[in-house]
T-cell receptor, first 114, second 110 residues
Framework: NAGVMQNPRHLVRRRGQEARLRCSPV?????VYWYRQLPEEGLKFMVY????????ESGMPKERFSAEFPKEGPSILRIQQVVRGDSAAYFC????????????FGPGTRLLVL | GQNIDQPTEMTATEGAIVQINCTYQ??????LFWYQQHAGEAPTFLSY????GLEEKGRFSSFLSRSKGYSYLLLKELQMKDSASYLC???????????FGTGTRLLVSP
């Protein structure tokens, strides 16, 4: 009974490159959430998706960041033209349905921008 | 605005009891969660309160007072493996997003 899977676990990019972070939710879960954790800070909500739909992207920076959750395959968080300030741990969570459900977190992807 | 406050660090002794407090001010409220996070690992779900009162689950209990905007996590019979960060999070009203505090780092010593 696999939990939320994220890959890669660690990602190093140079400034200006693209970063792609993948999240496979718990089997049967159709709701995915992305959070970012900066050093010494709390988790900050970025985006909430259902299959093929973005439900809430109020925490997503307006530029360079995008997310998708296609009908088939994992959810992808894409960061274009990375900058040093993007260095953080990015966590994905999933729930079976949206309303009233507990979110279960993956192990995170630690992005380091050189 | 949204604000979740919890102490930054706490220390306790193996076998003891520790209470981690959390106060919140959010625009909406649809439940309060506690998660445990060991360094470099995923947050792990511990408890969920949506109504006032105490929820007990083994060595861990969580309390909620909605009128006071206050919750606590109580850990009994502390073990060394309980050394971790404990995250308080509020689900924001009709939205599904969780608003997290910065976490309380608990160090359990022998």
């Amino acid at each position: 009974n696999a939990g939320v899977m994220q890959n890669p676990r660690h990602l190093v990019r140079r400034r200006g490159q693209e970063a792609r972070l993948r999240c496979s939710p718990v089997k049967g879960h159709s709701h995915v959430y992305w959070y970012r954790q900066l050093p010494e800070e709390g988790l900050k909500f970025m985006v909430y998706l259902q299959k093929e739909n973005i439900i809430d992207e109020s925490g997503m920076p307006k530029e360079r960041f995008s997310a998708e959750f296609p009908k088939e395959g994992p959810s992808i968080l894409r960061i274009q033209q990375v900058v040093r300030g993007d260095s953080a741990a990015y966590f994905c969570a999933s729930s079976p349905r949206g309303v009233g459900e507990t979110q279960y977190f993956g192990p995170g992807t630690r992005l380091l921008v050189l | 605005g949204q604000n979740i406050d919890q102490p930054t660090e706490m220390t306790a002794t193996e076998g003891a009891i520790v209470q981690i407090n959390c106060t919140y001010q959010t625009s909406g409220f649809n439940g309060l969660f506690w998660y445990q996070q060991h360094a470099g690992e995923a947050p792990t779900f511990l408890s969920y309160n949506v109504l006032d009162g105490l929820e007990e689950k083994g060595r861990f209990s969580s309390f909620l007072s909605r009128s006071k905007g206050y919750s606590y996590l109580l850990l009994k019979e502390l073990q060394m493996k309980d050394s971790a960060s404990y995250l308080c999070a509020v689900r924001d009203g009709g939205f599904q997003k969780l608003v997290f505090g910065t976490g309380t780092r608990l160090l359990v010593s022998p």
